[in-house]
């Protein structure tokens, strides 16, 4: 399994935990993993900024289809991709998610449920449906220079409530 894990601690004791898991795929047509890539966090200056410009990205083209708003918020020129589904670069991008509408699958989201920034990373946990089911979406971005240079994400279906261990729900 391949997650993001995210706490939440108050004086030095786990107060909230939240995940999001999904099986180990094999690599991108690129040749990128689920794993690979830098960890550095660099910029911690710009989180602000940053945490700003994931979330446009999320909320302009993921919730509200702006497509005409990729180039504005990914970078044209370095664009990696981690999905195992898509192919590097903006070309990248649109051909696997052209591959999957033809096989009348879609990323649908709904809303930001969870934000975490740090420097040049910046995670996104949102509701959606994925296959007709319901989905959480955590995506990681890394961000240089004002753009999206670098993508991860990890896809997992939501649980019924009743199959929940907890009545804390997903987010």
Do not use: C
């Amino acid at each position: 399994l391949i997650g993001f894990d995210v706490f939440r601690v108050e004086n030095g004791k786990v107060q909230e935990h939240w995940d999001n898991l999904q099986e180990l795929a094999e690599p991108n047509p690129s040749g990128n993993t689920m794993v690979d890539g830098p960890t550095m966090v660099k910029y911690l200056s710009e989180t602000e900024a940053n945490k700003d410009l994931a979330l446009d990205l999320v909320n302009q083209v993921l919730i509200n289809g702006n497509l005409t708003a990729i180039p504005l918020l990914i970078s044209p020129v370095e664009y990696t991709q981690h999905n195992p589904d898509i192919a590097d670069g903006l070309d990248g991008l649109q051909a696997g998610l052209a591959a999957l509408a033809d096989q009348g699958l879609a990323f649908i989201y709904y809303s930001v449920e969870l934000v975490v920034a740090q420097g040049n990373f910046v995670l996104i946990g949102s509701n959606g449906e994925f296959d007709s089911n319901a989905t959480a979406y955590y995506d990681l971005f890394r961000l240089e220079d004002g753009l999206a240079v670098e993508h991860w994400d990890v896809l997992q279906v939501i649980p019924d409530e009743e199959d929940f261990a907890h009545s804390n729900g997903k987010f």
